[in-house]
């Protein structure tokens, strides 16, 4: 079970054996309900003394489990993918799924690819994504829409890093703030050296899409799409000049 750390918490991912054919949607919902209920019930047991603020709770949109620990871990979040034997297979099996359960596990299905990728990145970009999680959280969003992700926020800062390698940690910020104020228009892709899959497997008419922010590990979301980011609040947040206030 792959899991990572940031300024902001952690990220735990659960590969599961036996993903079904259909009906995928209604499954992991209720894969997702039995491991918070399992997770409330023996946290204590586990880790006497500790306390779990706000509780275990089954995450906004469904399909994985949100709780919210002590430091350093702070919040957390597990998440749910198929057990798949390599990359290609792991592709195959999300594409399969219906586009609802596609967008919950699009992520988590690459998270070892994700993990490579976050690793191999330079140390000034790693201070950089920190930096904009810490501005996020202190800034006010009118809902979870409109609250960039951390996959956003990572993936911007890289790219913006990668098109022009920033003198400095104030201009690498500079350079990410300058992307987000433009979100609307913003094309996040990647070049063949540094993605883990070809063009061809993109799907249709997802590189027409404004704002487009592909992963270097997932061809199939878009992470900034219309359908699940509202980027005038982010937009807007970037170009008031206020990173530290």
């Not at 918070?36 to 946290?43: C, F, I, K, P, V």
Request: glycine letters at 8%; hydrophobic letters at 45%; a neutral charge.
């Amino acid at each position: 079970a792959p899991s990572s750390m940031s300024a902001a918490g952690a990220e735990v991912v659960l590969f599961v054996g036996g993903w079904p054919p259909s009906g995928q949607e209604n499954w992991l919902h209720g894969i997702a309900a039995s491991v918070a209920s399992t997770l409330a019930e023996q946290l204590p047991e586990l880790l006497p003394g500790v306390t779990c603020a706000g509780g275990v709770a089954v995450a906004p949109g469904g399909g994985a489990v949100a709780l919210s620990m002590p430091a350093p871990l702070g919040d957390v979040r597990i998440s749910f993918a198929p057990d798949c034997a390599s990359y290609n297979e792991a592709l195959a099996t999300v594409r399969g799924q219906d586009p609802n359960t596609q967008a919950l596990v699009g992520s988590a299905a690459f998270a070892t690819q994700k993990m490579r990728f976050m690793e191999r990145l330079p140390d000034g970009v790693k201070a950089t994504i920190r930096l904009l999680k810490w501005w996020r959280q202190r800034r006010q969003w009118s809902s979870e829409a409109s609250r960039p992700s951390d996959e956003l926020l990572e993936l911007v800062a890289a790219h913006t890093a990668a098109k022009c390698p920033p003198a400095d940690l104030a201009s690498s910020v500079a350079g990410v703030l300058s992307a987000l104020s433009n979100i609307e228009q913003l094309e996040v892709t990647w070049p063949l050296s540094s993605r883990c899959y070809r063009e061809a497997d993109i799907p249709k008419g997802l590189l027409s899409q404004r704002p487009l922010v592909l992963s270097p590990v997932s061809p199939l979301l878009n992470l900034a799409s219309s359908q699940s980011f509202r980027p005038r609040e982010l937009a807007e947040h970037a170009r008031s000049g206020s990173f530290f206030s």
